[in-house]
């Protein structure tokens, strides 16, 4: 059974960091990829970073780059997501999610979710200003 767990959520004042982890159990990485998304209050939810783990290509949304970092430890099977210089408008609930196929995500989209198989239960991240 494949498990995604994300944490590191969690209240941080405008400009400040967070790291989120992603750890996935059952699920090898290999040609696969993790995504982050994100879903604000009363916003669809949107793709922020994924991470394809046989090259090490990431992807950024444009509102998170130079911002948010993705990056891989495989002998962990945890993704982690480094934000920096977080803003208000960053606050949201923040998901991963296992894509088993990349070359799906790359045929339909890597910000959309239905290219990803197994979702994790989300970590609140709040920004105060």
């Known amino acids: 059974e494949v498990q995604l767990q994300a944490s590191g959520g969690g209240l941080v004042q405008a400009g400040g960091s967070l790291i989120l982890s992603c750890a996935a159990s059952g699920f090898t990485f290999n040609d696969k990829a993790i995504g982050w998304f994100r879903q604000a209050p009363g916003k669809k939810r949107e793709g922020v970073s994924c991470i394809r783990f046989s090259d090490g290509s990431t992807y950024y949304a444009d509102a998170v780059k130079g911002c948010f970092t993705i990056s891989t430890d495989s002998a962990k099977n945890t993704v982690y997501l480094q934000m920096n210089s977080l803003k208000p408008e960053d606050a949201a609930v923040y998901y991963c999610?296992?894509?088993?196929?990349?070359?799906?995500?790359?045929?339909?989209?890597?910000?959309?979710?239905?290219?990803?198989?197994?979702w994790g239960q989300g970590t609140l991240v709040t920004v105060s200003s």
């Open positions: 999610a296992g894509s088993v196929n990349f070359l799906r995500i790359l045929q339909w989209g890597v910000w959309t979710e239905a290219a990803y198989d197994y």
